[in-house]
């Protein structure tokens, strides 16, 4: 019971993520590009859609494991393929890629945690 109402909250955290790149998907996409992507504009697009289906299924207790196990999956090739800290040069860059990197390996953990315990 208590992890069902943890990975609602979590999907709730995912749906207002893809809000964020719905509304700020010109500066996501300037970003995206300066992380190395050939498509930015579609990478935001599909990472939105990506967490909007991900964070409805983490509401609803049938798709749970499904959403959970697609959303770790993203988050994992997300942080190996746009928060590439170790390319950094400098201080701020590493600290802020390396932050997101691990805010990502983090939420994937907890997730799977939270979804096969």
């Known amino acids: 019971m208590n992890n069902t109402i943890i990975l609602q909250v979590t999907g709730v955290f995912f749906l207002l993520n893809a809000l964020n790149h719905f509304f700020f998907g010109k500066k996501l996409e300037a970003y995206a590009l300066s992380r190395g992507h050939l498509s930015p504009g579609q990478s935001v697009k599909l990472s939105a859609l990506l967490m909007v289906a991900g964070g409805l299924g983490l509401l609803g207790e049938p798709f749970q494991k499904v959403a959970g196990t ?21 201080n701020a860059g590493i600290l802020i890629e390396s932050m997101r990197f691990f805010r990502n390996i983090s939420l994937a953990s907890i997730i799977l945690w939270m979804l096969f315990s």
């Open 70 to 90: 697609g959303l770790c999956v993203f988050l994992i090739i997300a942080a190996f393929t746009v928060h590439k800290f170790w390319e950094d040069r400098s």
